[in-house]
């Protein structure tokens, strides 16, 4: 089945306090969507890329050079309707999805990699690091500790997460019947609707971060220049 990157590129730049949405900020060069897109366009196994977004914009400088963007579709008010989307496309052909948010512009081939490679053997998959902080749980007024999880089997989600489509389209169809249904994040789906399917946990790393405030663009800006040097 082909790999299709699925990059999501809705976010906008509220929390960042930036009236251009965040992906197309420019940082060391080149918009944050160039440096996403530029990764999954070089790495060897990715077959094509669809792009899911909400703004209007003039894609010129970013997409249409690349022969990978097969698509590039409208998302929604929610991440979810940006893998609706994305789903709807690819509805008629069984295909192994790599979904990556476009505001991850530190992801790796090697990142990528663990996804696909997983997506052999499993039927989804997060990249994720382990947490290195303690966490808590709040009580139902987040005042006060409920209960302090054992850091040792905690996790820190990132993208991309891969999905084979029917399993993912399985899970959406079942999710959309539920009244109370919410979701930031497919695997949440799946483990919520399709609970017998295992999640393969997958490596990431500590600097595929992702670009939501103002103290991150200069990280983001130090970390690329170095990858560039």
Not at 113 to 130: G, K, M, N, R, Y
Request: glycine share 4%; proline share 4%; hydrophobic share 40%.
């Amino acid at each position: 089945m082909k790999n299709i990157g699925v990059i999501l590129a809705g976010g906008s730049g509220r929390r960042l306090g930036s009236e251009l949405p965040k992906q197309f900020i420019v940082i060391a060069g080149k918009t944050v969507l160039a440096h996403t897109l530029h990764t999954f366009e070089k790495h060897e196994r990715i077959d094509e890329i669809i792009l899911v977004e909400i703004y209007q914009c003039d894609w010129s400088s970013d997409v249409c050079s690349s022969d990978l963007v097969k698509h590039i579709v409208p998302g929604g008010k929610e991440r979810y309707h940006s893998t609706l989307a994305a789903l709807n496309v690819y509805k008629d052909e069984p295909c192994h999805l790599i979904i990556h948010d476009a505001v991850r512009l530190l992801v790796t081939s090697r990142i990528i990699d663990h996804v696909i490679e997983a997506l052999e053997s499993h039927a989804a998959c997060t990249a994720a690091i382990p947490s290195t902080d303690t966490i808590l749980q709040s009580d139902t007024s987040r005042q006060f500790v409920d209960n302090i999880p054992d850091r040792s089997t905690l996790f820190q989600v990132q993208t991309p997460q891969g999905f084979h489509s029917d399993i993912l389209t399985e899970a959406y169809n079942k999710a959309l019947s539920d009244p109370e249904f919410f979701s930031t994040d497919d695997c949440g789906v799946v483990k919520r609707y399709l609970p017998e399917t295992p999640i393969k946990i997958t490596q990431g790393l500590p600097f595929n971060i992702k670009l939501t405030y103002k103290e991150d663009l200069s990280i983001i800006e130090r970390l690329l220049l170095s990858e560039l040097k």
